[in-house]
């Protein structure tokens, strides 16, 4: 399984599937991450990529003692489906 990476110089996380990169943007304060923005690429949809690299940034932000607000649609539905996460919403 690949690991979602934090790239802090682009705002964004990433996981890379087969050459290509899915990510997540973000906006970080000193409590929170905002996820702002979602993409994977057209090839890899449909597979479970999205919510791979969702499940993959909020261990990051966890890990991090930080709390996740979902500033798109993508994320906010992954919230509302894994109830698991309630601890880390902001």
Do not use: W
Request: aromatic share 6%.
């Amino acid at each position: 399984m690949t690991e979602v990476r934090d790239n802090k110089a682009g705002s964004r996380f990433e996981l890379d599937i087969e050459g290509k990169i899915a990510f997540a943007n973000y906006r970080a304060t000193p409590q929170a991450v905002i996820i702002t923005h979602t993409e994977t690429p057209l090839p890899l949809r449909g597979r479970g990529i999205g919510s791979q690299l969702v499940e993959g940034a909020l261990a990051l932000i966890r890990a991090d003692g930080r709390r996740v607000i979902a500033g798109c649609s993508f994320v906010a539905d992954y919230l509302r489906d894994h109830p698991e996460n309630r601890d880390i919403m902001a």
